[in-house]
């Protein structure tokens, strides 16, 4: 299931054994398996994967023999990188604003369907995409309950999307349509609300859909728990009161819900301040870019350098990065416990999803080593 060559137990197992320097990702394609299967059995219709969130080969792989057939890609490198794992996946380009070349090159990998925001994106895809092809209208709504939203710079409003919906089907294009709720939203309403307003453009445009995509944006676990479930059966009961009678299919396009808990990171303490700071071997210009943005991540534990985990009382500590730029520090303070230590490790649970993918080499920093383990997480804390 993996493209590394060797598999421990878990990650406490490595931890004792190779006593790392370099931060350390986990990958655990068990817990990948679990959660694809989550989606399969929850979603009331097809699950792809958003390769944004994590191009790791592994993952791509893993998704793909446990039964993944189409994949949403945003760039030809992901599109490429697709193709070489698994060749005859589906392709679905779902980032909505392109250059000819890039169309140029979906086109040429047999792009399925491709995501559009306005008649000026419609005209280039008009220009080199074949008749029949499906064309997906991006939907904006000023919806909340996401950490932070995509609508200022994609999407069109009801509207805009009445009159590209009707330009697709003139121009000879499968007419579908798509939207994103914005990213880790816990509220189903979201989705309620978008679902209904593509049901009214729909019927405004005169238009039968064909598909609705459902986006992403379903939340992962970020200490306070990530419940799918109520999302999934909104969707289902939006969809069913919107459209009554030819009804689409669905699809959704998960990323950060889908390989967030296949990933724990392990961060070495450099040093220690009296003041109550720990300084990390990796910060926000590694794998923890994304917490300044989208708020402080909470499912952590501390091990020793013997790999045992540390417990007891807690208190608050701020931490820093190991670069020397002062805005490397993460968001808010964390609980972790008082006899925390320099040489400890703080490990990060359900850290898959845009860590490697926004990961950079600022200062020298954000090399890391990618480990295969059997099982990962709070669960396997006791080795």
Known sequence: MSKFSQIWATEMDHLRAARPVDPVLYFAPEALVRTQRRFRSGFPGAVTYAVKANDNAGVIDTLA???????????????????ALVPGAVLHYNNPVRGGWEIAHAVQAGVASYSVDGLGELAK??????????MSVRLALPVEGAAYHFGE?????????????????????VPSMTFHV???CADPAAWTRYIETCAEVAREAGVRLARL??????????????ALEPIFAAIRAAVSHAFPEDRPELLCEP???????????????KAERACGALFLNDGIYGLLAELPIIGPHQRLRVVTEGGTLREGPTRPYVLYGPTCDSLDKLPDTVDLPET????????????????????T????YGSHEVVTVRRSGHRASGG
């Open 125 to 134: 895809l008009v220009e080199a995409v074949p008749k029949g092809a499906e």
């Open 182 to 184: 914005g990213t880790q």
């Open 340 to 359: 925390t230590r320099e040489g400890d490790y703080v490990i990060f649970d359900g850290i898959g999803a845009y860590s490697t993918a926004t990961n």
């Open 65 to 83: 023999k446990g039964g993944m057939q189409a994949f949403d890609v945003a760039s030809p490198v992901e599109i490429d990188a697709v193709r």
């Open 153 to 173: 710079k994609f999407g069109e409003g009801p509207e805009g999307a009445v009159e590209l919906l009707r330009a697709v089907v003139a121009a000879g294009y």
């Open 213 to 226: 995509n459902v986006g992403g944006g379903f939340p992962s676990d970020r200490g306070r728990g990530a």
């Open 361 to 364: 080499r600022f200062n020298g």
């Open 255 to 269: 990323g950060r819900a889908m390989v967030a808990d296949a990933f724990t990171a392990a961060f070495k303490v």
